[in-house]
């Protein structure tokens, strides 16, 4: 039987690594349902933030690349070769993964809607957050109007991973209950076998921030909370894209003001294949964000065995209870310093046996029904049955 056909248009995608959870949403969505649907994925030729193309790609031309077809654009060529892909993409549905990228988004949903009538699902990713929303305010503001008034979204279905992203999106825009189809994020796969140890001196913490230095992921936050902590050791390591200069230089502002017992040190960005093995190295997992439609880092951090301390702003709730760290409300700033000094007071043998319990924990939490929510409502989309 042919499988159906989903074309997904992304700025990034693999190999890149530095633009974080939209590749691995991607990426992730296509080894699981790869078997049954035949994706094809067209994407920019770079990573984020880079000059020059992926090294040994071949642009503007279908590459097999695991479980999909990718087709990397060459930067300035993407008006041609979109028209050129979506007239010859008779019987396959559309899949956007943003509402604001011109390129990726924008763009061919234009073409699409003149050239080819393909049905359309977008996936905002989060992009409606109160958090998200509230960067570049204004020209967004501007955008959803703009839509909003010249229906260039009329008709499209919104691919959403849960209940808080659809309350999200319908503060913003006008969608009916028949627009939306549901589809869990899915991770990057099942926890390993085993975990191992990590050192612990008296009254320190070892934290690991894993994300693109941005004004959504709160770093800032994370400063202000450093500076209120004088009463134990604190080495934070962020990872991540440096996304705006004129952020980051507040932030390193920030960090030359913070207490002696404090360090903070940026450690670049890291590929996919290197995370699990770097999150295990730390006592705790920190992430402040204005807002996470899931949050694949704090996911692998807990199959890592590394306990999370995030805000209230993603999908991951209840955390204490589940054993598998923390989330707090942003208002309240000392209870995450609270956190933060619990854990530094822990031996070497109260940590691990909490990294340890992270570890167990998360390996309880099933991904096999998400798998099948979103083949339900992948097929449910393109008008067939699963």
């Known amino acids: 039987m042919k499988k159906p056909v989903i074309l997904i248009f992304t700025r990034y995608y693999l190999p890149g690594f530095k633009a974080g959870g939209p590749i691995r949403s991607v990426a992730n969505l296509v080894e699981w349902l790869g078997e049954e649907f035949r994706f094809k994925v067209v994407t920019s030729d770079r990573d984020l933030d880079s000059d020059s193309p992926y090294p040994g790609i071949s642009l503007n031309t279908w590459t097999k690349r695991g479980k999909a077809d990718v087709f990397y654009t060459k930067k300035g060529d993407e008006f041609r070769q979109f028209k050129k892909i979506l007239r010859s993409a008779k019987g396959s549905a559309v899949l956007l993964n943003s509402f604001f990228d011109s390129h990726y988004s924008v763009l061919p949903l234009i073409l699409n809607r003149y050239l080819s009538r393909l049905p359309v699902l977008l996936s905002p990713r989060g992009e409606f957050s109160e958090g998200a929303m509230q960067i570049k305010k204004l020209k ?7 839509s909003s008034i010249t229906g260039l979204h009329r008709g499209v279905g919104w691919a959403l991973s849960n209940k808080h992203e659809k309350n999200d999106l319908q503060r913003v825009f006008s969608v009916s209950e028949e627009q939306i189809y549901f589809t869990p994020n899915l991770p990057s796969g099942e926890p390993g076998s085993s975990i191992r140890d990590v050192d612990k001196e008296n009254e320190s913490i070892r934290m690991i921030f894993l ?18 902590i004088t009463d134990c050791r ?3 390591d962020l990872y991540g894209t440096l996304e705006d200069s004129g952020y980051w230089q507040d932030i390193q502002k920030k960090i030359a003001s913070l207490p002696q017992n404090i360090t903070v040190r940026y450690k670049g960005a890291i590929p996919h294949h290197a995370v699990l093995g770097k999150l295990q190295e730390y006592h705790l997992f920190l992430l402040p ?41 942003l208002d309240q700033p000392e209870k995450f310093r609270e956190i933060i000094r619990q854990v530094a007071s822990m031996s070497k043998e109260e940590i691990n046996n909490l990294k340890r319990n992270v570890f167990n924990s998360i ?9 099948v929510q979103n083949s339900r409502a992948l097929h449910k989309f393109m008008g067939g049955k699963p």
Do not use: C
Request: glycine letters at 8%.
């Open 289 to 329: 964000t204005k807002g996470e439609n899931f949050g694949h880092a704090i996911y692998e951090s807990m199959i890592a065995g590394t306990p999370v301390l995030i805000s209230r702003q993603t999908p991951w709730r209840q955390l204490q209870k589940k054993g598998l760290g923390w989330d707090i409300p």
């Open 363 to 371: 390996r309880k939490v099933s991904v096999s029904d998400d798998v």
């Open 140 to 146: 967004k503001k501007l955008f959803v109007s703009f």
């Open 234 to 236: 604190v080495t934070l």
């Open 211 to 228: 994300s693109r230095i941005s004004s959504k992921k709160n770093v800032h936050y994370i400063m202000d909370l450093l500076s209120g």
